[in-house]
């Protein structure tokens, strides 16, 4: 690894590492009640009791944003998850068995890959409303066919191995060439697309919820924040940087790491 | 040209595709639109008659046809919730959604192809490293929250602009650009930090390839190797890369429209979803899937052009 | 014309610094043919390379002399250099495919050396480069100045690549490896064309290959390289049919016999 490569690997490890313990003080416990209305504190600045100041009700930004941060997370963590094994299932299907249904999956694959996941996201949502588990479906649907796709390349480059033509004439049963032989193979490229898919995730989840078709207020969301807060922009700037600024280290975070990782 | 009619052709069949699946799964929903419309309250024979002027009694397949025979004329059905057809309803926003992504993709190439070239002529520079650090922080930034930044400095402390104040382009077209400016930048910023480093990079990696000596060897100077030899091959990977980004920022307006209140399709698109007006998401989808395809039809044509070893 | 006088290239590298040619010398007149042979690792390209000018990277140290009709090419200008690539020394390499740029056609980069060294027309400059194409004996030479590399057969492109580095008439032709990618048959094809082109035009011809059986056809002396040293040389039939040192009999040890002759 070279010097440019390693520095961006511990700024990556290290920010991933805080969104974690963000992401956990959020499940655990926020300094206060992210909801909680005190009508003194109306577009407080920054302080001691409020180290990012408040909200046009009062409500504390540090812990709305921790709270955002946690539901981005989680959101983020399950349409990777419905991606990830979405896709794979699909990937190793087509990959392995390839005939007429590889040929159809792959093209209705390529027309759905045509469209940027936001609008496609958008779609669901046009079709079954808003709210947290429709922004996951709706993203993790958005997510599936670029996850097949890596999938099926690796496993068609498996599949013509020397190897697993021999292993094939030793009278294996696919489902057993596919199980040992093929997915613990697959275990590089994924990683590396689970690392690049949370860096999209963040930021579909955040670009969703900013349009206000995510988490329904008053629960706090990172994207929800920012679109608030913009009503507010001359007067108290401050509401909309720290939850863009968060946003922005958690997508730097994911893209540093998936950096490195992609190209060993 | 035969190519080109391939192309054309794959793209219709895709469109069609598109069209398929956007209807059915729209008209699939449960839930019986006239009813949404005249509210649970209405009377059976009310809701019969209005099902039927929105054709809704039809079978599906019927109601295809006729929908998709209405696209091919430019004529998108009626809007549910506005008293007018979706095609008059939209034409205005579709300019407008045009407009803002045109200038995006006209910012993106305009700055980052010569920084993509300045950044690999001084590869490994102090300079280089800089605007390195910067474009992998700029590439983290989402539009809407580089949206709010630039409205914050060019609209609130530099008042280049009047934040929210959108002049059509029908009154002033000058102004109008000025305004749609921002919003452009914001969409863009993002993609010229990916293809400049991407340009940066193919253009490291094709200066180590051979005909790059051959070039030499015939007494050709740097610049000319660079402007004449590696350039238009560093390119190629770049001209696709392009394709998908164009795409991107036909849905980043989407976003950005609302951070600027720029009344473009994608303002319209979200009003739609919350009210529920489905013939006018199923035609803004349908347009934005036109121009995403077209798009890429275009790069498509433009890469056979660089390229001359892709065959048909 | 030219001679080369303890030639000395050291690469640097982050940690050590390793020396790939060591005082090597050798001299070549007008018309000469020299072939120098080794395998791969001895020098012999890096040797080839410095001669054409081609290597200016500034993690290499040169030192010694080479002189090429009375100009120091490791000393002199840029611009003096630049003069003499392409118009006074050209150079053939070992891929023709990846030598070639993939997206310009064939006739434009035969033509490449007249549009930088001279003021000759656009209409001229293609009518010269399709007699080129001709002259290394391409059928439809026309067809060739107007298709892409990609288009082309191996033995066809590097033909379209030593007349790209004859179309300006040099007096020294650099030819390193010229026929390793290339099918058997079309290997004496290439080397029948270089022997004709030096016949013919005089062109001094300076063979690189690993190949002592062709460097045998094809020059009338020859250098053997190993590990960047000149260990032996001299007269081509001479050293083919008595070698001295143990390495060059190894290489003609390794020359593979004619399957007919085993019986």
Redesign the interface.
Known sequence: MDRTKKLKFIIGLSITGLIALMTIIGIVKTPYDPCAMDGAAKLAGISLKHPFGCDQFGRDILSRVLVGVRETMLISACVVFIGVFFGTVLGTITGYFGGWLDEILMRLNDAVLAFPSVLLALVVIGLYGSGRYQLIAALGIAFVPSFARIVRGEVLKIRNLDYIQAVRLYGASHLRIIVVHILPNLKTVLLSSIIIGFNNAVLAEAGMSYLGMGVAPPAPSLGRMLSEAQAYIFSNPLTAIFPGIVIVIMILGFSLLGDTVKKN | MKYALKKTATMII?LF??SV??FF??SL?PGNPAISKLGTEATPERIEALSHEMGLDKPVTQRFTEWIFGVIRGDFGKSYSYSQSVTSLLSDKIKTTLLLSFMAIIICTVISIPLGIFMARKSDSKLDIALSTIN??I????S??SG??L??IFG?AFKLFT?GAYVSYKTNLLGCLGYLFFPALAIALPKISMVSKLLKDTVLKESE???V?????????TK?VFYG?VL??AL?PVITFMGMTF??I???S??VE??FSVPGLGRI??S??SGRDYPV?EAI?LL??FF??LS?LIVDLLYHK????IHV | MLKVEDLCIKIHDRKSTETVVKDVDLEMNRGDILGIVGESGSGKTMTALAIAGLLSRHDMEKSGHITFEGINLLECNRKVLRKLQGYEISMIFQEPLNSLNPIIKVGKQVEESLKIHTTIEKAERKERAIQALRDVELDNPEAVYESYPHELSGGMRQRAMIAAAMISQPRLLIADEPTTALDVTIQAQIVELLKKINKERGTAILFISHDLSLVNTLCERVLVMKDGLVVESGNCSDIFNDPKEEYTKGLIAAIPKNPFDIA
């Open positions: 895709t595709f598109v699946l956007v799964s729209f929903i992998q922080i590439m983290a930034v989402p809407f929250f709010i930044i409205t914050l609130v934040p390839k051979e005909y000596r051959t070039a030499y060897s015939r007494g050709n100077r000319a030899h238009g091959n190629i795409a991107d036909i849905a980043g989407i976003i609302q951070v698109l979200l739609s979803i998401i989808i934005l899937a995403v395809v890429n660089f390229d001359p070893r």
